[in-house]
Structure formats: C-alpha cells, structure tokens
C-alpha cells in the first residue's frame, strides 16, 4: 500500500519565508499547503487534517498564538511547531508553555528544519496511536460490560426456571408425603386428621423456637411422616381396644425404628428420618427407642413430641371424646420436664399455639 503524503500547514505573513519552507519540505516529500495568515487560517484548519502546523509567532491580523491556540482546542495530537525571529526569544518560551511542540529560529536552517519536523511526526503518531488505543480500550470495556449484562440476565433467567422447577417439585413432595400420611391414618384409625393438625402446629412451634426456613420444612415433613413406621405394625394392635400386652406395647413401640428405617433409604428424607426415630423420647431420658435426654434429642423431634401429646388428648377418638382443653393443657404442664421439654411447653402456653389449630 502507498504511504500517504504528510501533510504541514504553514503560517507566515513573509512570503520568502513560506517559500523556503515550501521548498525544503516539499523536496523530503511533504505536501505544503501555505497561507500568508489571517482569519481564512481557521477555516483552512477546520477544512483540512493536516499532520504538523508550521506558524509564525508575530503576525499582524491573527498572530501564532491563537494559531496554536485553536490547533491545541480542536486538535491536540497536531504537533505545532513555532517560527520564531532572534529577538522573540522569550515569547518562544512562552508559546513552548502553551502547548507549542518546538520553535525554529529564523533564518531557517534546512537540518534544523527537517530534525523538528521528524520529531514532531514521530510526537504525533505517537499521541494518535496511543488515542487508538485508548479507544479500543473503550471499546473493549463496553463489550465486557455488555457480556457482563447478558450473562447476568441469562443467569438471573436460569435461577428464575430453577426457582419454579423446585417450587414444582416441593409441591409433589408435600402431595406425595401427604399421601404416605394418609396411608397412616388408614391403617390406625384412632388417628383420623392427625397427621394434618400435627404439621400446622408443629411449624407453628418451630417457629417460635427459632428454627431456620430449611428446618421448618423438615419439620413440616417429620410432623407428616413422624407415625411412617405404622405402616408395618399390625393392625390388630393399633386398632386394639382396651390395654396392650407387654408383647403388643413392644410391637407397636417399633414404629419408631421402622419408619427411621423406611426413610434413611432416601437421601433427601435423612434429616426426616433423625426426626421421627425419637418422637418418643422423653425428655427426662425415659422414652423410647434410645433412651435419648434433653438436647439429645433433636429439637424438632421434642417439638413433635409437646404437639403429639397434646394432640392425642385433645382429639376425638373412636371410643372417647377428645378431652377439655383445661385438661390437656393442666396435663402438658405436669409432664414438663419429664416427658416434654419445659422450654417447648412453655412457648406452646404462652403463645396459645394450640389456637393456631381451630376452626
Ligand atoms: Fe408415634
């Protein structure tokens, strides 16, 4: 590719002087545009993109300096090179703190000529280069920023789909959990509504004990599955009428285990599992089936025991009504801190949980 002629602009009111300058330039290969001065000096500027300006610094309708001036406004990476008489030394000074690139005295000497203009060229591309680059660093910016945006929104989309998806499949899991529930209460029917009524409270108490969004949902869950073991007790002895053997009592207190067994196959139901093995344990160490006390018994597994009691009680069975509301609340204070855990019957009084529950 051929390589474009530099062009200079240059700035005299002595037309011997832009003649020797026309000369030496355009002989290195430069094309020369000249003017004598004025204010066509402004147009010619805004018309042309020239690579150095050349101006004089005395002139007498537009002198050098506001030249350098509007280069500097309009222009800056356009080297301007001053042309200065000896006497006027000190106002070269003063241009070169304006912005001027370099002076050459007058007379022009053709070697200094030459050696401003090569270094001002080399200025100029310089500045250029480093103005594209800056741009294209811009650029770069803008487009990383861009991606940046896109991807938030693709992601932000994704977590919104991954959101819906898991509501989707919590709610299957509650219907298919409630279903096992059901199948409890079929098989005892002394427990009619009880998996239910046990969820609602349950939750209710675990929120005032403090427990986090994540273990409320187990709760809710254990509350559900806590009586899962049923399922492989005979239903003879769960729907035995009057007092149980030894060997009954043994048999029926296995649910326990059994429903802890039926989900520890389950990964996501393992927490649930921990849960509903100790719905039976005493808080005193005397329930079943590990003798387990106080804090070892997980804290929702001693939220389900203060709410299956109370529920027990309260509710109609087949061959009794459910009892006074005095009573089963006089009977819960007894128990506390034997069978239930004092803190847990206390929350479930003192913020009458068991309203949550009626109607
Ligand atoms: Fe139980």
Aim: aromatic share 6%; charged share 30%; with cysteine.
């Amino acid at each position: 590719m051929e390589e474009r002629k530099r062009s200079i602009f240059v700035v005299d009111d002595e037309e011997p002087i832009r003649k020797v300058l026309n000369t030496h330039l355009s002989k290195e290969g430069f094309s020369v545009i000249q003017t004598s001065g004025g204010n066509s000096v402004f147009d010619t500027l805004k018309n042309s993109a020239f690579d150095i300006v050349i101006s004089d610094i005395r002139m007498p309708e537009v002198d050098g300096i506001r030249v350098l001036e509007f280069v500097k406004e309009n222009f800056d990476t356009t080297p301007v090179v001053m042309l200065t008489g000896l006497t006027d030394v000190a106002v070269a000074v003063e241009v070169m703190k304006k912005g001027a690139f370099d002076f050459i005295m007058k007379p022009v000497k053709k070697e200094e000529l030459m050696a401003v203009v090569t270094r001002a060229l080399v200025n100029r591309d310089l500045l250029e280069r480093n103005k594209e680059l800056e741009m294209e660093n811009r650029e770069y910016q803008l487009f990383l920023e861009q991606k940046v945006r896109e991807r938030t929104r693709e992601l932000n989309s994704k977590a919104m789909e991954l959101q819906r998806a898991y509501g989707l499949l919590k709610s299957m899991n509650i219907q298919l959990i409630n279903v096992l529930a059901e199948t409890i209460e079929a098989k005892d029917r002394h427990t009619s509504g009880h998996c239910n009524r046990m969820r609602s409270l349950c939750v209710e108490l675990g929120r005032l004990a403090g427990l986090t969004p994540e273990e409320l949902e187990t709760i809710e869950y254990a509350s559900l599955l806590h009586d899962l073991g049923k399922i492989g007790i005979s239903e003879a002895v769960l729907n035995k009428e009057g007092p149980l053997t030894s060997e009954e009592c043994v048999h029926i207190k296995a649910h326990t285990e059994i429903g802890e067994k039926i989900l520890s196959g389950v990964p996501l139901m393992e927490p649930v599992a921990r849960i509903i093995v100790a719905h039976h344990e005493h808080y005193d160490g005397t329930g079943y089936p590990r003798n387990l006390a106080a804090t070892e018994i997980p804290l929702p597994a001693r939220i389900i025991a203060v709410v299956d009691l109370y529920d027990a009680m309260s509710s109609d069975r087949p061959y009794r009504k459910g009892l006074p509301l005095e009573t089963v609340l006089g009977e819960m204070r007894r128990v506390s801190g034997a069978q239930l855990d004092p803190e847990l019957v206390d929350l479930f009084l003192d913020n009458k949980v068991y309203h949550c529950n009626r109607g």
